[in-house]
């Protein structure tokens, strides 16, 4: 099946510091990425969705100068949690979108990053 | 706007029994996805099952099975012969527009010994 990778899987920083997260399509090319945020014990919070080569779309809420996102391949989405701060502290998880998949709609989900912001 | 219902926070069910998990959804769109995910405790989000909305039978996978109830807007997960390793959360998903997924909130699935 398709994979995707994300790195790093923990991170912890100092508050005022940026931190970016990568998020790789390794066997297929990802027209479409998504970055989630999870709180304990919650569900999947759609952050961005992102669209190689075009500006991400944020959802209602999220601000797009704290999380920077970029998308320069059909294998590669950044996000860039600047000017961290304590309540950034969360588990991001990315997706992507195999436009192939025979399940429209199917999201891939990379293993996740923890981020801790002291 | 689409919607999707899990009204289980969570769930005990002893060891090699059956389960339930519930999911209804709201949407007007006549074409759409249904997904179950499984996220242990590790963070990892692995696909279980998909159904289809014009899929004609209900869709298996190994021990997942989905009673799609399409009158009634259910999509629920069932787990045949449950096993330890099945604990976890259990998340239903629905395909919303720009291929976005619609989730619920979530079920914890507890296997006891």
């Known amino acids: 099946g398709a994979v995707v990778s994300q790195h790093p899987s923990r991170v912890i920083c100092k508050s005022g510091t940026s931190v970016k997260i990568e998020c790789r399509s390794l066997?297929?090319?990802?027209?479409?990425m998504f970055w989630y945020r999870q709180f304990p014990k919650k569900s999947l919070m759609l952050m961005a969705t992102?669209?190689?080569?075009?500006?991400?779309?944020?959802e209602q809420g999220v601000e797009k100068d704290k999380f920077l996102i970029n998308h320069a391949s059909l294998t590669l989405s950044t996000l860039t949690v600047t000017s961290a701060h304590p309540e950034d502290s969360s588990f991001y998880i990315c997706?992507?979108?195999?436009?192939?998949?025979?399940?429209?709609?199917?999201?891939?989900f990379g293993p996740g990053t923890r981020l801790t912001v002291t | 706007a689409q919607k999707i219902t899990q009204t289980q926070p969570g769930m005990f069910v002893q060891e090699k029994e059956a389960v339930t998990l519930d999911c209804t959804y709201d949407t007007s769109d006549q074409s759409y996805g249904l997904f179950w995910y499984k996220q242990p405790s590790s963070g990892e989000m692995i696909f279980l099952i998909y159904q289809g909305s014009y899929d004609e039978q209900n869709a298996t996978e190994g021990r997942y099975s989905l009673n799609f109830q399409k009158a009634r807007k259910s999509a629920n997960l069932v787990i045949s012969a449950s096993q330890l390793g099945d604990s976890a959360m259990y998340f239903c998903a629905m395909r919303g527009s720009n291929y976005q997924l619609i989730w619920g909130a979530g079920t914890k699935l507890i296997i006891k010994p």
């Open positions: 997706s992507a979108r195999d436009p192939t998949s025979g399940r429209p709609g199917e999201q891939y």
């Open positions: 992102s669209n190689e080569g075009s500006k991400a779309t944020y």
């Open positions: 066997d297929f090319q990802a027209t479409t």
